[in-house]
């Protein structure tokens, strides 16, 4: 077995402390000595997350838009100006979903655009990209000579622009969903995983250890894949290949709202089995479950409603609401509440609609 890849942050996480793990192939810092610190001061202040396995490809080509249209399940016509980012599935023939990514416009003319996918998924994304753009005659280039940073947090805006000053006026000006060309192959778009304000930064890897010490240097504390993890759940955040997979729809998965069938002229890959599925009607939903009393909830779990049985799909301790939480996959007509089956022992559990905690709040009663 090869041995795990590394980033170009990988010194700046052995200088900081990191506790390296193997990663989707990938050595990543699961912590940098406590996971909790991590995740509280992504919710009150300032954190950091290196990002950098996730891959970045540049798409150009007359037909580049058209190509977008075939291969994703939402469609790119929503990206407006230069800049727009769009969430979206990559679906299988079958309708389950090979990834989901982030896919930014590049120009005006709507012939370049720039696609962020998943680490673990990269060599099925790449061969899916490669098979359906053969008929576009598009040019795919897998940006390997950047890096990723997530910096998130209420804070974490403020802390970028003390170190970078000059770009104050385009980064206060980007909304959600949006990013920003800044020269010298640095592109900034407020975007995350975590359910509070923050961007997530591409840059040249040449630059990687000097900025993530930069920002450890204005307060920007940086994280690991244990909060990144206790984070997105509690945003209610889906993790490919545990909240949904290559058998499994967005119907199903709580992404019905990133699939976009309204030009019925577009026929996009997955596009049959969708509407089929639709149109007879989605049989399971996705929630949000909370145990009030003590354990932890954790994937795989069996879910027992009147209306039958679901799974968890993925479980931990929140460390906001200082309650276990999970996502599961249940029977459509569930209601308030339910049972997981943890141990042998049926515990009741609170049924909520996701997410359980966003921009610092409980989002629930």
Request: glycine share 10%; with cysteine; hydrophobic share 40%.
């Amino acid at each position: 077995m090869s041995a795990p890849k590394t980033t170009p942050f990988h010194q700046a996480h052995k200088d900081a402390g990191g506790k390296l793990v193997d990663f989707a192939g990938w050595e990543l810092p699961v912590n940098y000595g406590s996971q909790i610190q991590e995740h509280e001061a992504v919710r009150t202040d300032a954190g950091m997350f290196d990002v950098s396995h996730m891959l970045i490809s540049d798409i150009t080509g007359e037909q580049a838009k058209a190509w977008l249209q075939k291969l994703l399940a939402n469609d790119v016509a929503k990206l407006s100006f230069v800049g727009k980012a769009l969430y979206t599935a990559m679906l299988n023939d079958n309708g389950g979903v090979i990834d989901d990514l982030i896919v930014y416009r590049a120009n005006e003319a709507e012939t370049a655009y720039r696609i962020v996918s998943n680490a673990a998924t990269r060599e099925k994304d790449m061969a899916q990209f490669t098979k359906i753009g053969a008929a576009f005659g598009i040019e795919i280039k897998p940006r390997h000579d950047l890096c990723m940073l997530a910096v998130q947090g209420p804070k974490a805006i403020d802390k970028l622009l003390q170190l970078k000053p000059e770009w104050a006026e385009q980064v206060r000006a980007l909304k959600p969903f949006q990013g920003v060309d800044l020269g010298d192959n640095w592109f900034v778009a407020r975007t995350g995983y975590t359910g509070e304000d923050g961007v997530e930064v591409m840059l040249p890897e040449n630059h990687a250890n000097e900025f993530f010490k930069q920002l450890q240097s204005v307060g920007v504390q940086p994280c690991g894949l244990g909060a990144r993890d206790t984070l997105r759940m509690e945003a209610g955040m889906n993790l490919y290949g545990h909240d949904m997979d290559d058998d499994t729809s967005p119907l199903q998965a709580g992404m019905g709202w990133t699939v976009d069938l309204k030009d019925e002229s577009r026929d996009f890959v997955g596009k049959a089995p969708l509407v089929a599925l639709k149109n007879q009607g989605v049989d399971v939903k996705q929630v949000g479950l909370l145990l009030e009393t003590r354990g932890v909830l954790r994937e795989g779990m069996e879910v027992v409603t009147p209306h039958g049985t679901g799974v968890i799909t993925s479980g931990t301790f929140s460390p906001s609401l200082k309650q276990s939480i999970a996502i599961a996959r249940v029977p459509v007509a569930t209601e308030n509440s339910a049972q997981v089956d943890i141990r042998g022992t049926l515990t009741d559990v609170r049924v909520l609609r996701l997410p359980f905690v966003r921009n610092g709040q409980k989002q629930f009663d």
